[in-house]
């Protein structure tokens, strides 16, 4: 369990629900579906390290330690009881770690937009050389144009999610950016998934170009029992379809 010191909101009441946030974002990544569970639940969010409020840690970590991060998080927060864990892109990855190693917290883990493996590392590797070389901002404007859908973008809420998510990622300190990125670049759950014993929802975004659908197939298919469900928007999927995210959980919970 790691010590480092994360920001974190907690609001609603009832069942405890932790929402764990992409790369490059922060906990207001979920504002949407936070304001929407919080009617009928506990809704912890919070900012990975390297992100938003939390303590920077620029040395070399991988995903386990997130999952490391978050179980300290889930055991000052829920004493005594299980969470449901909900995690998109690098908050999935953070998922998959955490129900494989931890499935006494859990009562369900959700993992969207998200993948298991990376085969070809060099994407990473690009974007982490013109981070230490030009900064965040460089590689800014490409990633929130792959966030969400030029669709949405084209409206007026649309737009203002796009400038504060641009805003926030631009804000991430490059250090602990890159040491993120490393970290995402080399996942591999692909012996840890077959074990997982939680249960488990895979949703996967119809034009998601990041973490395309195909690898919440692969997901789905690897985890004993885990359901996939679509929802039709690109990566930030919570963001751009809060309503419909939200409703994808509730409906899932209710199953159980």
Same mark, same amino acid.
């Given at each position: 369990?790691?010590?480092?010191? +994360? ?7 009832? @069942? ?6 992409? +790369?490059?974002?922060? +906990? ?10 919080? $009617? ?82 060099? @994407? ?21 144009s792959r966030w969400l859908t ?17 805003? %926030?990622?631009?804000? %991430? ?16 759950? $692909? ?14 975004g119809l034009q998601d170009e ?12 690897a985890i004993p029992r885990a359901?996939?469900? %679509?929802?039709?928007?690109?990566? +930030?999927?919570?963001?751009? $379809? ?15």
């Amino acid at each position: 369990m790691s010590n480092i010191q +994360l920001n974190v909101v907690r609001e609603g009441e009832g @069942p405890i629900v932790v929402l764990s946030h992409a +790369l490059g974002c922060d +906990l207001h990544m979920w504002d949407g579906v936070a304001a929407l569970l919080a $009617r009928a639940h506990t809704v912890v969010r919070y900012d990975h390290r390297n992100h938003g409020g939390s303590a920077n840690s620029t040395e070399a970590f991988g995903i386990e330690t997130l999952a490391d991060d978050v179980i300290g998080l889930i055991e000052r927060e829920a004493v005594g009881e299980t969470v449901h864990f909900v995690g998109l892109s690098m908050g999935g990855m953070t998922a998959q770690a955490l129900a494989a190693r931890r499935p006494d917290l859990l009562r369900s883990v959700v993992i969207a937009n998200s993948s298991a493996f990376y085969p070809d590392q060099s @994407p990473w590797a690009a974007r982490v050389q013109a981070v230490a070389s030009q900064g965040v901002a460089a590689i800014a404007p490409g990633a929130v144009s792959r966030w969400l859908t030029p669709e949405w973008v084209s409206t007026f809420e649309g737009e203002a999610a796009a400038r504060a998510l641009q805003d %926030t990622l631009e804000k %991430t300190d490059a250090a602990g950016y890159i040491a993120s990125c490393n970290a995402v670049a080399a996942i591999d759950f $692909r012996q840890s998934n077959p074990r997982i014993a939680v249960p488990t929802l895979v949703v996967g975004g119809l034009q998601d170009e990041a973490t395309p659908l195909a690898m919440s197939k692969e997901m789905a298919d690897a985890i004993p029992r885990a359901r996939l469900v %679509t929802i039709n928007a690109a990566h +930030l999927s919570a963001v751009e $379809r809060p309503a419909d995210f939200a409703n994808l959980l509730i409906d899932f919970w209710r199953s159980l």
